[in-house]
């Protein structure tokens, strides 16, 4: 077991201890910090055994975070994570308001999409937040027990960018303990832009991987041994949309070399020698019977095209966004 910090440590209480939120816990209390882990439904096996996760990256550990609770308790928290998927019925904005303190707890955001900021700034309007852009491919194999494979990176930047140099200071900070556990960190003046690199894939992969419930090398070549041109024709104008949004929000560098490059990747993972594909994160929730992140990553992108004036110019991202909604619904029925 590893062994835990003096109480004196930075007070983290981490919301959401999943797959990326378990080896985030694991980190931060790598890092000294005192941990407080809100789990949901695995708290029963975390609350008895730890959390125990095997990495190709970090090796093979078990932990106790000092705390486990099935719900947020009341208290004076340094930080607070959020690393639970975002779902707009259950705003986690709300959900966690008991663990933050006015003018001094600093909120990190480690969840996908875009424009996912907002509803915390307007709950907390006195704290920082930071967003982040996490790269884990973590997979929770039984309840508390976790497999993290290949890479691991995570971008830091405040919300807004143009928080004053104390805030930035700040973020650098939370940087430094991800750092100190062991993990990397990337602090950005702008994150925003990072974010819409990875709504490239995200927006395209997951929403077609989980409606053909295919993966992408399997939905590219149509179970033949070549790509299949109309669909990689899809895949491109997905991502050429969204890089018109980016562009239009002010992020010039995710232009068409950058949806190129995340063709070029996608014909990589065919040609490989591992060429089943990548399973996203979407499609595996709606095998497993779970809800999707379908607003965050789609709706929001579409209420941005809306809000530029671009509505009629995602004719895609729009018809995408109806059918993983209504993919979503039958979910939850």
């Not at 106790?64 to 930080?79: L, S, T």
């Not at 290949?150 to 930035?168: N, Q």
């Not at 940087?175 to 709504?199: C, N, S």
């Amino acid at each position: 077991m590893l062994e835990m910090p003096p109480k004196s440590s930075p007070r983290v209480l981490l919301f959401g201890t999943g797959s990326i939120g378990a080896v985030y816990a694991f980190i931060l209390a790598r890092a000294k910090c005192h941990v407080t882990a809100v789990c949901r439904s695995n708290y029963d096996a975390v609350k008895s055994e730890g959390i125990k996760i095997t990495s190709t990256i970090f090796g093979s550990h078990e932990f106790m975070p000092d705390v486990v609770a099935a719900e947020v308790p009341q208290g004076r928290y340094d930080y607070v994570v959020v690393a639970s998927k975002s779902f707009p019925l259950s705003n986690p904005a709300e959900l966690v308001a008991r663990a933050v303190t006015p003018e001094h707890t600093i909120i990190a955001l480690i969840q996908n999409g875009i424009d996912i900021e907002a509803p915390y700034k307007e709950k907390f309007p006195n704290n920082l937040i930071l967003s982040c852009v996490v790269y884990l491919p973590v997979t929770q194999t039984s309840l508390g027990i976790f497999y993290h494979k290949e890479i691991e990176r995570l971008v830091i930047g405040t919300y807004p960018h143009s928080a004053p140099p104390a805030h930035k200071l700040k973020a650098q900070h939370f940087g430094g303990l991800i750092k100190a556990g062991g993990a990397t960190a990337d602090v950005k003046d702008d994150v925003q832009g990072e974010r819409w690199l990875k709504l490239l894939a995200n927006g395209a992969w997951n929403p077609i991987c989980a409606l053909t419930r295919s993966r992408d090398a399997e939905f590219l070549t149509q179970n033949s041994s070549e790509i299949y041109k109309p669909a990689l024709d899809i895949i491109e104008k997905v991502q050429t949309e969204i890089s018109l949004l980016a562009i239009a929000s002010g992020y010039p560098q995710i232009d068409a070399s950058k949806v190129e490059f995340q063709i070029s990747r996608a014909k990589a993972r065919i040609t490989g020698e591992e060429n089943q594909g990548v399973e996203p994160s979407m499609m595996a929730d709606v095998l497993y019977g779970k809800q999707m992140e379908v607003d965050a990553i789609i709706g929001n992108a579409v209420r941005i095209a809306e809000r530029l004036g671009l509505r009629e110019k995602v004719p895609m991202l729009r018809l995408l966004w109806i059918l993983a909604e209504a993919l979503n619904n039958s979910v939850r029925r």
